[in-house]
């Protein structure tokens, strides 16, 4: 009887478990593999470099620009995209009237494609753009929202920050219909009320919610990619080019399949270290020897 349910649950996993191993396990080991060889020459008979890829991609001056340059997003994403939906959580589960109609408003971008919310904003980002129109009337010079290399990568993070709000908000929604009514009457009791409550009772109450949006922000904002396609091309002057975008540039423009190989198992390891890190930072007593 026990092998019998055993093989069952055996059988409902594999679907899974074939899913998984033809659309991550095989794609996987095959990119470590590639990594290996250089295609620079030849893209159809490689040449076996070793750690060739990875020490040239290291040494280069471009990749290390897209490193900072994506660490430069992650910084200008995750803070806001972790902090200001459990504001807007916070506030929608107060009682209030329409909060429902909200909610609605708040999630809609996220049901929305990002190619065209990108589209949408590179409309408005454009020069004689809605943006800038307003920034003229009041007297500013306009602004080149997606040209001056000091601002685009602030104006692309502003899409995925404006398409990601709703999504996250709905996440601690979620986390705070777990929270006990009783704890935040024991809090008012010993004096705490308005931000001082959910500083003493939601904020800790939720920290594994609050992990889990940092870790899923980070890894979003490491792998940024159809923004930047969409409106920059990395541009200008390689000023908003992400590890990713690198990473496809290499891949399907040169077709130098070894160095975006090599690219995509750096880009691993760094999405790794940012996970563990999340973990440990928010999670620490649950792996507290």
């Known amino acids: 009887m026990d092998l019998k349910k055993s093989i069952g649950a055996y059988l409902f996993l594999l679907p899974a478990g074939i899913v998984l191993l033809v659309f991550f396990f095989i794609p996987f080991f095959q990119t470590i593999y590639l990594s290996f060889f250089s295609y620079s020459n030849d893209v159809y008979k490689p040449e076996f470099v070793y750690l060739g890829n990875y020490i040239e991609l290291l040494k280069s001056p471009l990749f290390l620009k897209t490193i900072l340059n994506t660490f430069y997003f992650l910084i200008l994403c995750v803070p806001f995209l972790v902090i200001f939906p459990l504001f807007l959580a916070i506030l929608i589960n107060q009682k209030i009237k329409y909060k429902n109609i909200y909610k609605i408003l708040i999630y809609i971008p996220v049901v929305i494609s990002i190619v065209v919310v ?9 020069p004689e753009g809605l943006l800038n129109f307003f920034v003229e009337k009041l007297g500013f010079a306009p602004i080149g929202w997606l040209s001056d290399p000091k601002v685009a990568m602030i104006s692309v993070a502003l899409v995925t920050i404006f398409k990601g709000v ?32 959910h500083m003493l009772v939601t904020i800790p109450h939720i920290m594994p919610m609050i992990a889990l949006v940092s870790t899923i922000s980070s890894i979003s904002a490491l792998k940024v990619f159809v923004e930047i396609y969409v409106m920059t091309k990395g541009g200008p002057l390689n000023s ?28 691993l ?13 928010f999670e620490k007593d649950k792996y507290t020897l």
């Not at 990108?118 to 454009?126: D, E, Q, S």
């Not at 908003?240 to 880009?267: P, W």
């Not at 390891?269 to 930072?281: A, D, K, L, Q």
């Open 166 to 197: 709703g999504y996250y908000m709905m996440i601690y929604l979620s986390a705070l219909m777990s929270v006990p009514n009783e704890l935040y009457e024991a809090a008012e009791v010993d004096g705490a009320v308005g931000f001082k409550k």
């Open 240 to 267: 908003t080019k992400t590890i990713v975008y690198y990473i496809y540039e290499k891949a399907f423009e040169n077709l130098d399949l070894g160095i975006a190989s090599a690219g995509a198992v750096i880009l």
């Open 118 to 126: 990108a589209i949408a904003f590179k409309w408005l980002y454009a």
């Open 269 to 281: 390891f760094i999405v790794m270290i940012f996970s563990v890190i999340n973990i440990f930072v």
